[in-house]
């Protein structure tokens, strides 16, 4: 809709960018319709959350579930740095990541400080305690 160009001055995806085919080409879309200085605020299941670890290293279990991060309606999958590249991708620069962390079991505690130092340069604890990621992204002020 040619209408809705530089209308809208913020854009909500919360929990929807990982049910879709082409998450990418709909934030380009939201770029499009976001006047220059408006927002897009997005949420997404963190991959990465140590409970998804543990059930594959220590069970072998990528089994989808009816909810959480392994939604069986989940089709795209996102880290703390894949979803911050969707936004940038999108035509946004990041303003914010922020992580939902919640209480882990002692199990996963263990799991996450034997991973900690054999993880990439830049993988930190909330990296792996973040059951979501919330990414805030800018468009440009050309103005």
Not at 34 to 46: E, H, K, Q
Not at 48 to 60: A, K, V
Not at 103 to 121: F, M, N, V, W, Y
């Amino acid at each position: 809709m040619p209408e809705w160009d530089g209308r809208f001055d913020a854009v909500i995806c919360g929990d929807l960018l990982e049910h879709l085919r082409d998450p990418w080409k709909t934030v380009q879309n939201l770029c499009r319709i976001t006047r220059p200085g408006g927002r897009l605020i997005i949420s997404v299941p963190n991959v990465m959350h140590i409970s998804n670890l543990y059930g594959m290293l220590r069970e072998g279990n990528w089994a989808y579930e009816a909810q959480g991060i392994r939604d069986r309606t989940h089709l795209r999958f996102f880290t703390q740095r894949t979803a911050r590249e969707l936004v940038e991708q999108g035509g946004y620069h990041t303003l914010t990541v922020l992580g939902r962390a919640f209480r882990i079991s002692k199990q996963q505690q263990e799991l996450r400080e034997q991973l900690l130092p054999i993880l990439g340069p830049g993988v930190t604890d909330l990296d792996l305690d973040a059951l979501q990621w919330i990414v805030v992204g800018e468009k440009e002020n050309f103005e």
